[in-house]
């Protein structure tokens, strides 16, 4: 409460009051200042905060010991990696490699089905070719040829000028024939061209018709290059004839 204005009396009710007030707060004194557990967490702040500085400075000189003393590892390859689970040392990461899968090898691929067709019947075997078996003959037309290759280019199966069990090779470019005469059943044809080999597709007539044929698209075969390399063999892999 404010002190009376000296020019203006007091009233009985605030004279009273004022000396209520009085007596009350001469009994309410302050608690003491505490001033040792202020400066004990102070104390403790600065430690806090000293440690928290010299954690990250002592991971630092421990992994700056650590590369020192790699090349100096037994067997010079470094310090064995932990997995990523976080589980025990399962030695150096390998580093993963960019190289393309390499392809499946030849013999893990499967072989073509044997394709049996009727005799007479023109077979497209692509890129304008054309194939037709018969009871004594294969015939070969090149459609892409001026006039649409009207003419077949055929070659006899018995007329006794390649022997029983044995394979003979013809080639148009790109195109590769080989030609089995013999008894048992071809089921597998390849050949070898500057070291390429390719599975031909076989294809062969009802019954027993004594032959088969097969085709191949590879490079080509030129007369002053290397003989191409034939190989004939049943569905369980025995050779049947081979080339040259």
Same mark, same amino acid.
């Given at each position: 409460m404010n002190a009376p204005d000296p020019g203006r009396p007091e009233d009985d009710?605030? /004279?009273?009051? $004022?000396?209520a007030l009085r007596a009350t707060a001469g009994e309410l004194a302050p608690p003491p200042y505490p001033a !040792?557990?202020? $400066? $004990? *967490?102070g104390r403790r702040r600065v430690r806090t905060r000293r440690a928290l500085v010299a954690v990250p400075a002592a991971v630092a000189a421990v992994l700056a010991a650590v590369a020192i003393a790699l090349p100096q590892w037994p067997g010079g390859e470094g310090l064995p990696a932990a997995d990523s689970a976080g589980g025990e040392a399962l030695g150096p990461r390998a580093t993963p490699s960019l190289? %393309? /899968?390499q392809p499946a090898a030849p013999s893990a691929r499967p072989w073509p089905s044997v394709r049996t067709v009727g005799?007479? @019947? %023109?077979? @497209?075997?692509? $890129?304008?070719q054309v194939l037709t078996l018969g009871a004594d003959q294969v015939c070969h037309r090149d459609t892409t040829e001026p006039g649409g290759g009207v003419e077949d280019t055929c070659k006899s199966v018995s007329d006794g000028n390649q022997a029983a069990g044995s394979v003979s090779i013809q080639s148009s470019g790109a195109l590769l024939r080989p *030609?089995?005469?013999? %008894?048992?059943r071809a089921a597998r044809m390849t050949v070898e061209v500057d070291g390429e080999v390719l599975? /031909?597709?076989? *294809?062969? *007539? !009802?019954?027993? %018709?004594?032959?088969?044929?097969?085709? /191949?698209?590879?490079?080509?075969?030129?007369?002053?290059g290397p003989t191409p390399k034939v190989r004939v063999s049943d569905a369980e892999g025995k050779l049947l004839a081979e080339f040259p």
């Open positions: 009710a605030a /004279a009273s009051l $004022r000396r !040792e557990r202020v $400066r $004990r *967490l190289a %393309p /899968a005799a007479g @019947e %023109p077979v @497209e075997i692509g $890129r304008g *030609l089995y005469i013999g %008894p048992g599975r /031909a597709q076989v *294809l062969t *007539l !009802e019954g027993n %018709p004594g032959y088969a044929v097969g085709y /191949a698209w590879g490079s080509g075969v030129s007369f002053d």
